[in-house]
């Protein structure tokens, strides 16, 4: 007979997934057996789950502070800040996006359950992947936060550009998972474990002999996250992805999976590796600085404003990577502010993209936006505050998460990489500048002028793009509680 | 732990009843936040908060004026403190000394001037609640002593500015905001970098905490000579865009000439001189060293912005942007002033910045009504406009032989004594100065001959004359173009001890510098070898 | 130890070399006449009288992703069948949850009619009669591709 010893769980500490993933099974087995469920049903059902997950939060983030971080399912999954806060920011950024989906599928005429449900579903892969404290774990995170996403950025059936970006999402996207596995396999073979900690130990214990395994391990494994986060050389997709996909997955994309993403790549790399940052951190400090200038140049070059989000949100992630090569708690920090930031400044962009979108999704050309301060005035503010913050500009949220990353480049001596990242933030205020010349500078057509009052605002758009400026101007005037929190949440290895 | 809480720390220096330099830059801020609440369709109820909200603010920097500790100018005053960033050891530090003061009075007295002279015809809520922001940013910026919150404000300004072009300017406005908008932004790029090395290398060598305490960190110099000069190019990039010095200058006659009249009276009055104060304050007193060392390379811009500023404006047809340029000039005299590094050539300068706020702003504003009254600015199109307005044609010959530097009118103090500094530190440098001066006579003569005189056709000979309210919003300035002509004194005696200690600070800190002074005689008094440059310089109040 | 593989890397050689031959033979062998009824798809003699691509429903695949569905049910099933012993409750109730999971797509396909054969029925959200599949991608501004293989009766037949 074969004994297995089974793991003690924690049950407290897998709440958020628990509550995510048997939301979305829950409310599929009503759609499916319920012929015709009212359309606010799902919508209120997964605000309500996304609410429970960001309640469970408040208990879990003071246990985990009162009685420091620890692991549970044998050491496979981490309860620590890293876990809570990442988790949080999933969770708000399910409200939102669940708060736009609705007006929108009824607008875009798409059915409706499948989004609200691939949503948490796809939440729940992001919370296992940002609590994974072992490489298996991390993937089978990373594999239902992706699956998902594919079949989202699909989801709009009549435009052939959200088929089309999917498919391109779903084939980088394998082939991405595929380097990721493989240089898990390398990471394993090398260190004799997939558990970070593990690991940790083993590297800090040994010297190897021959490390050229290893290397290849963290080499692939980067490229796998750096495609998830979308950063140069590995940032083609997120054009195509984020021009056809509906906007408020896109929303999701952006503020959602970049955050899994990051949570991972910091265990990953920061904590579990952190022994060999002089042989990452480099590689790391070049991508950051190619997708900062990439992302910012190629967007200037775009007249499509979701392209333009989507080059900027490349930028974004090379700033996130900077922090991410300090390679210590200074950074991770600031990576973890950034995020919060992020998902602020991404929610609400995208937020006012969808109410942007118009009939069919596709008003989304720079001319579309012409004259919007004359016929939406609060719109247009609204969307300059969120724009000003992606720029960095003072006294927004932006500037703080900049401030912070730069801070750890810095103080680690990344003169180089910072003073070229800066540069890449001034050629992307550029992009910025372009759509707030064509909504305050540039006078509307003809056509649009004689009583059009531009496109309505539905109150779910309104609460989350308020929310997201309120939170913007909040971290950009008293940044103190977000830093602070960052700062707990930074990931400490607990051992086995 | 940190917050904005209104508990600011006043200094024991003076007997101040509240915290008078928060409430400079807050006040302004928050009524702009009331501007934005009030009723959008009336433009006369926004128009009476703002002002009023200006005037406050104006009443509240002169009376820092009366407030001020003559015999203790080299000091910093009014000093308050509040923790914003603790982690990164980041604080809203604000005070004034000689330095500073003035310029704080300046953009205090232009502010309602430039809010009371032009409606903005459209939108107004924005527009007013744009120049308040602006103003809170100007503000911070001149009472900063924090190196982060110098450079927050010192961006944030770009936000309103670039607004207040692009929305209410004229022509090819989108293109000027837009280029003014990044070519400061790209400038500023690297400063935040060179700001953050610079407190991380400080902390490293002095072994404290990260500080970006300005006074701290300047006084103890302990960053090496090669970083110091890094970090020196990364600052001084950014403030020469702002300045602008000559090759970077290009924003300039665009924004000017775009941007309404009230952005451009703000815009050359206040907002270039924030790079100039920051050559002084962030570039000589925290790098003494390498602003001696990069020294040549700023005077020799400086002068070739005086010239190639005067000649450019000589050829211009648009009488703004004539203007325009002529700012490149004047600022030329600044810079050359500055990096002069002697007390006549820094005071000079210091003055220089005041004076040509008052009078190119008043410039500015006397184009702007003769545009209002003719729609063009071309100088073809006008003439003979002395007829028919003549005292417009009398206040626009007193502002502008005020911006020529005719002794008796405020320009030629300041000119005077960059001369005299430049002269006792590079000969060759004040002499071709001296030139633009000539210049500058002509550029602006010829203009005048041009607008004013000779035979008035069609709606030349018909111009309106200045108006009651206009007249009023004039003089104020005219008032102090010639008291500052007249009596100097109250401003010099000011300035002095702190310029005195600033040039002590430089002495000190570079080997083998001493203060370049007159060859010919001992009329101006050698800086003294003060140790810190902080001491006390109280025997030279009455110097002048 | 690595003798033992010998043999296949033979016969891996050897049909390799075959295919290759027998190509090869053919290649200098065979008479060349060709022509249109020659070149032409071959389809049991008969010539082909339209075009050979024909769509054919969708169920058919839906059909078959179902069987993969329950596939890699069997997959995981079968080695916790074997170890259940050691699992003990655990196990058990885990992978009750993952049948739970499983089941839940097929309930899933169900309801949404994967497995009615009948004629067509009536479309859960249908579009509105204005709507044409035509208009609306127009007015998304959508790529001339998109209705390239498109019936577009087809559609708006079932928009209808």
């Known amino acids: 007979m074969l004994a297995v010893a089974t793991p003690e769980v924690l049950w407290w500490a897998l709440l958020p997934v628990l509550f995510l993933s048997v939301g979305g099974l829950l409310l599929l087995t009503v759609a499916s057996l319920v012929r015709r469920l009212p359309d606010w049903l799902p919508q209120a059902w997964t605000v309500v789950t996304g609410l429970a997950v960001l309640v469970a939060c408040v208990p879990m983030w003071c246990e985990v502070r009162d009685e420091g971080p620890r692991t549970t399912l044998a050491g496979s999954v981490a309860v620590d800040g890293s876990t809570v806060l990442v988790t949080a920011v999933l969770a708000a950024v399910v409200v939102a996006v669940a708060l736009l989906a609705r007006p929108y599928l009824r607008r875009e005429d798409l059915p409706g359950v499948e989004v609200y449900v691939l949503l948490m579903l796809s939440a729940a892969g992001g919370v296992v992947m940002a609590s994974a404290d072992d490489l298996i774990v991390l993937f089978l995170g990373l594999e239902i936060l992706s ?35 493989y240089g898990m396999a390398l990471v394993y073979g090398a260190t004799g474990s997939t558990r970070l900690a593990l690991v940790a130990e083993h590297l800090s214990a040994t010297v190897l002999v021959d490390d050229s ?59 579990s590796l952190g022994t060999h940052a002089s042989d990452w951190a480099p590689p790391v400090g070049v991508l950051a600085v190619a997708s900062v200038l990439v992302g910012a140049v190629v967007a200037v070059l775009q007249t499509d404003v979701r392209r333009m989000l989507a080059y900027s949100s490349v930028a974004h992630a090379g700033f996130l990577l900077l922090g991410v090569q300090a390679a210590d708690a200074d ?130 758009a309104r609460v989350v793009i308020g929310v997201a400026c309120a939170g913007v101007l909040f971290v950009g005037l008293v940044p103190g509680p977000l830093l602070d929190l960052a700062r707990d949440a930074v990931p400490v290895l607990v051992g086995s | 732990m940190s917050a904005l809480a209104p508990t600011a720390v006043l200094a024991a220096s003076s007997a101040v009843p509240f915290a008078v330099l928060p409430a400079l830059v807050l006040v302004p801020a928050v009524g702009a936040l009331l501007v934005a609440c009030l009723p959008r369709r009336r433009p006369e109820l926004l128009k009476l908060a703002a002002v009023t909200t200006s005037v406050v603010v104006g009443g509240m920097a002169v ?75 100007v503000m911070g910026v001149f009472l900063a002593l924090d190196l982060m919150v110098f450079f927050l404000c ?48 400080h902390a490293d060598a002095v072994g404290g905490p990260v500080t970006f305490d300005l006074v701290a960190i300047a006084e103890a110099q302990a960053v090496d000579a090669t970083a110091a000069r890094w970090i020196f190019a990364a600052f001084a990039l950014a403030f020469a865009v702002k300045v602008p010095i000559f090759p970077l200058h290009t924003w300039l006659p665009d924004a000017h000439t775009e941007a309404p009249t009230a952005g451009s009276v703000i815009l050359a009055g206040v907002l270039l001189k924030l790079g100039t104060y920051g050559f002084l304050r962030f570039g000589l007193y925290l790098f003494p060293e390498a602003s001696h060392f990069f020294a040549p390379v700023f005077l020799t811009l400086g002068v070739v912005g005086i010239v190639y500023g005067a000649v450019v404006a000589t050829m211009q047809r648009d009488l703004k942007r004539l203007v325009a340029y002529s700012s490149v000039a004047h600022l030329g005299f600044i810079v050359l002033g500055t990096f002069a590094l002697n007390t006549e050539g820094i005071e000079g300068g210091l003055l220089q910045m005041v004076n040509h706020g008052v009078s190119t702003g008043a410039l500015f504003l006397l184009v702007g009504m003769v545009y209002e009254r003719r729609h063009t600015r071309q100088i073809d199109e006008l003439g003979g406009l002395q007829k028919s307005a003549p005292v417009l044609a009398g206040v626009f010959t007193v502002v502008m032989l005020s911006s020529i530097g005719l002794p008796g009118l405020n320009g030629f103090v300041g000119e005077f004594l960059v001369l005299v500094g430049a002269f006792n530190a590079h000969r060759w440098f004040a002499v071709v100065a001296a030139g633009g001066v000539i210049l500058a006579a002509l550029y602006l003569l010829w203009a005048y001959q041009r607008v004013f005189h000779g035979p008035a056709e069609g709606d030349n000979a018909t111009m309106p004359d200045l108006r009651l309210r206009e007249g009023l919003v004039l003089a104020p300035l005219l008032a102090l173009i010639v008291f500052m002509g007249v009596y100097p004194k109250p401003v010099i005696e000011r300035m002095e001890p702190a310029v005195d200690a600033l040039v002590a600070h430089v002495e000190h800190h570079v080997d083998g510098f001493t203060e370049p002074t007159s060859q010919f005689g001992s009329e101006v008094e050698p800086g003294h070898g003060d140790d810190d440059g902080h001491g006390e310089s109280d025997d030279h109040g009455d110097d002048h | 130890m690595l003798g033992q593989y010998l043999p296949v890397v033979v016969l891996l050689i050897l049909a390799f ?38 769509r054919f429903p969708v169920r058919f695949f839906l059909v078959a992703m179902i069987f993969i569905v329950f596939d890699i049910e069997i997959v995981f099933l079968y080695p916790w069948a074997v170890a259940h012993g050691g699992l003990g409750l655990f196990g058990l109730v885990a992978v009750l949850l993952f049948s739970l999971a499983v089941f839940e797509s097929f309930v899933y396909l169900i309801g949404n009619g994967a497995l009615e054969w009948g004629p067509v029925r009536r479309v859960r959200h249908a579009v509105s009669p204005a709507r044409t599949s035509t208009s609306t991608i127009r007015r998304a ?20």
């Open chain 3, 17 to 54: 070399l075959f295919a290759a031959l027998s190509f090869v033979a053919s290649r200098l062998l065979a008479p060349r006449r060709p022509h249109d009824r020659k070149a032409a798809p071959y389809e049991c003699g008969i010539i082909p009288g339209r075009e050979t691509p024909e």
């Open chain 2, 63 to 137: 009376w820092l004026l009366s407030g001020f500790d003559v015999d203790h100018g080299a000091d910093l005053q009014f000093v308050s403190s509040a923790t914003w960033m603790a982690d990164l050891g980041i604080s809203w530090t604000l005070g004034v000394d000689g330095i500073s003061l003035f310029l704080v009075v300046l953009t205090g007295v232009l502010f309602p001037i430039a809010l009371l002279a032009v409606d903005p015809g459209h939108d107004d809520r924005a527009y007013y609640a744009w120049l308040l922001l602006l103003e809170a940013g």
């Open chain 1, 147 to 181: 699956i998902a996403v594919y079949v989202l950025a699909a989801l709009h059936l009549r435009r052939i550009e959200s088929q089309e970006g999917a498919m391109k999402y779903f084939v980088l996207g394998a082939f991405a998972s595929a380097f990721l596995l």
């Open chain 2, 154 to 201: 010192f961006e944030v300004v770009l936000v309103p500015m670039y607004f207040l072009i692009g929305r209410w300017g004229h022509g090819n406005r989108a293109y000027a905001a837009t280029k003014f908008f990044l070519y400061t932004m790209a400038g500023s790029a690297l400063m935040l970098v060179g700001i953050l090395a610079l407190a991380f290398l």
């Open chain 1, 331 to 460: 950074g991770t920090a600031a990576v973890y502010a950034y995020l919060v930031v992020y998902a602020l400044l991404a929610t609400g962009s995208f937020a006012v993209l969808t109410v942007m979108g118009g009939d069919g999704d596709a008003a989304h050309h720079l001319d579309d936006y012409r004259g919007l301060a004359r016929r939406r005035p609060v719109l247009a503010g609204a969307f300059t505050l969120l724009l000003l913050g992606q720029a960095g500009v003072p006294f927004t949220g932006g500037f703080v998460a900049k401030l912070g990353v730069l801070a750890a480049a810095v103080a680690d001596r990344g003169y180089w990489v910072a003073g070229l990242a800066m540069l890449g933030a001034a050629a992307a205020a550029f992009v910025y500048l372009r759509i707030l010349v064509s909504m305050y500078l540039e006078d509307p057509d003809a056509e649009a002028a004689d009583g059009s009052t531009g496109p309505a605002v539905p109150l779910g």
């Open chain 3, 141 to 160: 501004g959508v790529r001339e591709v998109g209705l390239e293989g498109r019936t577009i009766g087809d559609e708006s037949g079932r928009a209808a």
């Open chain 1, 213 to 271: 395994m290893l290397l290849a391990g963290i080499a692939l494994l980067l490229v796998g996250l750096a495609f998830k986060v979308a950063a140069v050389p590995f940032h083609a997709w997120t054009p195509d992805v984020y021009q056809g996909s509906p906007t408020p997955v896109v929303a999701w994309m952006a503020a959602g999976v970049k955050a899994a993403g990051f949570a991972a790549m910091v265990r990953v790399l920061v904590t």
